[in-house]
């Protein structure tokens, strides 16, 4: 109110001021004024603000309670284990940890490739500024009449579009080359964790904590890559392009008119990030149901021949159903969230911001730098160094709109991001586990020995209390139980695909992995790798050259399986072909 009074009343200092120029402060005290004057109505518009925010508040709450409830019945369809162990929060790697994986050094292909990146950047700003320039030079032509200048210019500006898009292009290439390289890096990674200590085998049987690792690996980490890529491009555009062009608005009309625009947008974004949904939690949520959509249908065709037999198609009509409606009414919701939050961001984000920036345009024309002498020069001058600024504004507010949507596309990143580094993490702590218990538990042995081994599930059921037996070379043993009692188990622990956690197990080679080398396991229902006839014998190895035609007649020969000679050299669907018999005598064979 002193400030109002004293501008209705100035005093000499003050009109000392007014007539030194400033006109940013003119055009506050008289926005000041007029508040003064509609003070009600400003308050009225004041309150209402504030209780569309606590609505909006109260709702984001009820969404966010909505959304676990969907998170939950999701992850229950999607045949996850236990309650105790659902509740059991994994080890997840961070945002930063996952970029430390993807650049592990300064002296990096990534580096070099985001060096180049930064100075393309460089090139095109100054491209974008040299057009702009141009682009003002030509309304001048336009204006003073000069028909040879304007062709002239014309053409140069012709010459420098065309650089400018090569260089676009160019960037966008280097962007997908910079996503191909990250998604190289991560997928080896992940591809050496995935593999190690028959993490795999855990994944699924064990541990259980991911529900959809495949899911992750072949489509989440591309996701992730692609997100990262995009955020650097637009990081690198927004920084270098909001960084110089300040500046230019600055040289051509103050410091004041060119931090108007900041000032706007640093108070939208905040606005915007206040109001805008949590749709990396929605996006999240989206996967989680998509991936229960798609187990289902994978558990049909896996028991398909069952589901027949039993005339089960009606009921797996209602589980899919009932999965698909689950995931298109989230989808709904994600739409109808996008529609009202982009009618409010378009509105802050566009439409205002076209007002600022006609603010700043036309404020130094009125009262500043780019006020003509009435002259047609002068004016001619006027026009084009107004369509520049026109163009410095309009890559300004490009660029400050590119922070904005950088932030929408991190909040999208967060959930690849959770997705990733929760299986990095499992698979990790994985690993780590199976070291020490093959150190402590695993030893090397010319027999088959448990000395005191306590059997227990994954899930901490025990099994046996106290096993100790020895099968040595040339002896047989025969194990007998009722179903359940654990014997399976014995040969999961001898195999290390179960972690014990007491005794000793003793066997011969102890450094490997599974049963395949000195001890050997054969299943109820052996596996069919895909390939040859060949391929099935020597599996896990792969040795075309080590078994010749004579040997492999031989070893078919005493599982009664010579026909199976016709198809050497063949790669056969074997799981179509080969009865559970025929499949368990190959696997004798092998």
């Excluded at 004041?46 to 969907?70: E, S």
């Excluded at 709109?401 to 929760?422: E, N, P, Q």
């Excluded at 306590?454 to 020895?470: N, Y």
């Excluded at 229902?525 to 014998?537: E, F």
Aim: with cysteine; net charge positive; aromatic share 8%.
């Amino acid at each position: 109110r002193l400030a109002i009074k004293q501008h209705v009343q100035p005093s000499p200092r003050l009109c000392q001021r007014q007539r030194m120029g400033l006109p940013l402060s003119q055009t506050l005290v008289r926005l000041l004024l007029q508040l003064h004057r509609h003070r009600r109505a400003a308050l009225a518009v004041l309150l209402t603000g504030i209780g569309a925010v606590l609505i909006r508040w109260y709702r984001q709450k009820q969404a966010r309670a909505r959304a676990q409830r969907l998170a939950a019945r999701a992850q229950e369809g999607a045949g996850s284990p236990s309650r105790s162990r659902d509740k059991k929060a994994g080890p997840r790697l961070s945002l930063l940890q996952l970029i430390r994986l993807l650049i592990p050094k300064w002296r990096d292909a990534t580096v070099l490739r985001l060096a180049g990146m930064s100075l393309m950047t460089v090139v095109q700003t100054g491209l974008n500024d040299r057009i702009a320039s141009l682009q003002g030079q030509l309304f001048r032509a336009v204006f003073s009449k000069d028909r040879q200048g304007f062709v002239s210019l014309l053409t140069m500006n012709v010459v420098l579009n065309a650089a400018s898009s090569t260089l676009k292009s160019a960037l966008t290439y280097l962007g997908t080359q910079l996503e191909l390289a990250l998604r190289k890096r991560l997928y080896r990674q992940l591809e050496k964790r995935y593999f190690k200590a028959m993490a795999y085998y855990k994944l699924a049987f064990v541990d259980k904590r991911i529900a959809s690792p495949e899911q992750i690996i072949t489509t989440d980490v591309g996701r992730f890559c692609e997100s990262i890529s995009d955020i650097a491009q637009d990081i690198l555009t927004a920084v270098c392009n909001g960084t110089y062009f300040t500046v230019r608005l600055a040289n051509e009309t103050s410091w004041q008119w060119a931090s108007v625009t900041w000032i706007y947008a640093t108070a939208s974004v905040f606005l915007v990030s206040s109001l805008s949904p949590n749709f990396g939690k929605l996006q999240s949520i989206k996967l989680q149901l998509e991936e229960s959509l798609r187990t289902a249908f994978s558990n049909l065709s896996t028991h398909v021949e069952s589901i027949a037999a039993l005339g089960g198609a009606e009921r797996e009509l209602e589980i899919v159903r009932d999965r698909f409606n689950q995931t298109l009414s989230h989808v709904k919701r994600i739409v109808k969230t996008h529609w009202w939050f982009g009618m409010i961001e378009d509105f802050i984000s566009k439409y205002c911001v076209s007002t600022v920036a006609m603010v700043v345009i036309l404020g130094p024309f009125f009262g500043g730098k780019l006020r003509s002498d009435h002259t047609q020069a002068g004016n001619a001058l006027t026009l084009s160094r107004m369509r520049y600024v026109t163009s410095v504004i309009i890559h300004q507010l490009t660029a400050i709109g590119m922070i904005a949507v950088c932030l929408r596309k991190t909040m999208k990143l967060s959930s690849y991001t959770d997705r990733v580094g929760s299986l990095f993490g499992v698979l990790d702590e994985l690993n780590a586990q199976s070291e020490q218990a093959t150190h402590d538990f695993v030893r090397e042995g010319k027999s088959i020995a448990f000395e005191d081994v306590e059997v227990r599930t994954p899930s901490g059921q025990k099994l046996v209390d106290s096993l100790t037996f020895e099968v040595k070379p040339g002896s047989n043993m025969l194990i007998t139980g009722p179903n359940g009692a654990g014997k399976s188990s014995i040969f999961r622990c001898l195999g290390a695909l179960w972690n014990i956690s007491r005794g000793k197990i003793s066997k011969p080679n102890s450094s490997t992995d599974g049963l395949s080398g000195d001890v050997f396991y054969l299943p109820q229902k052996p596996y069919n790798v895909v390939g040859s006839l060949r391929d099935q014998i020597t599996y896990p190895l792969k040795a075309y050259t080590a078994l010749s035609r004579e040997q492999l007649a031989s070893l078919l020969q005493m599982v009664d399986l010579t026909y199976l000679l016709n198809y050497d050299g063949h790669e056969v669907n074997w799981e179509e072909m080969l009865s559970l018999g025929e499949t368990q005598r190959l696997a004798m064979a092998r």
